[in-house]
């Protein structure tokens, strides 16, 4: 289950929790009004993970999504996503992936994503490939 977070001490706690290279406390304190964070919880309303999307126009970009370790490869950001994208009013969702990262290239293309582009280098020396999810928007 999906909840809409405004508390960026949670989100920040979590990717604390989730990576060996969070983004810094300032990043979560600078950060405008176009993000929009969500909890992922699991059936006991514990808040296990977080999603962080950026709203350009009609667009997201799916910045970040993570799920505490004890939680991994149980589904969870498989239906999170999948909720996400069944729920949210846009037009494209965008993202970008290191192209060693197979479980979450796996999870994407999964949902539909598709692979667009490659960006040569770009983590330093790997690469890391453009995924887009075309959903059009819905009529009024």
Same mark, same amino acid.
């Given at each position: *289950? #999906?909840?809409?977070?405004?508390?960026? /001490?949670?989100?920040?706690?979590?990717?604390? %929790?989730?990576?060996? /290279?969070?983004?810094?406390?300032?990043?979560?304190? =600078?950060?405008? =009004?176009?993000? =929009?964070?969500?909890?992922?919880?699991?059936? /006991?309303?514990?808040?296990?993970?977080?999603?962080?999307? #950026?709203?350009?126009?009609?667009?997201?970009?799916?910045?970040?999504?993570?799920? #505490?370790?004890?939680? %991994?490869?149980?589904?969870?950001?498989?239906?999170?996503? %999948?909720?996400?994208? &069944?729920?949210?009013?846009?037009?494209? *969702?965008?993202?970008?992936?290191? /192209?060693?990262?197979? &479980?979450?290239?796996?999870?994407? #293309?999964?949902?539909?994503?598709?692979?667009? =582009?490659?960006?040569?280098?770009?983590?330093?020396?790997?690469?890391?490939?453009i995924l887009k999810y075309h959903k059009g928007r819905q009529p009024c």
């Open positions: *289950m #999906l909840i809409k977070l405004t508390n960026k /001490e949670i989100i920040y706690q979590l990717d604390c %929790q989730c990576f060996r /290279e969070p983004y810094s406390w300032e990043t979560y304190l =600078h950060a405008d =009004h176009a993000y =929009h964070y969500y909890g992922i919880y699991n059936n /006991e309303q514990t808040i296990i993970g977080f999603i962080t999307l #950026l709203a350009v126009g009609d667009d997201y970009e799916l910045i970040k999504i993570a799920v #505490l370790p004890a939680y %991994q490869r149980q589904g969870w950001a498989f239906s999170s996503l %999948q909720e996400l994208l &069944a729920t949210l009013d846009f037009e494209n *969702m965008f993202l970008e992936v290191n /192209e060693h990262n197979q &479980a979450a290239i796996n999870l994407y #293309l999964k949902l539909h994503f598709e692979i667009i =582009h490659t960006r040569k280098q770009y983590y330093h020396d790997d690469n890391a490939y």
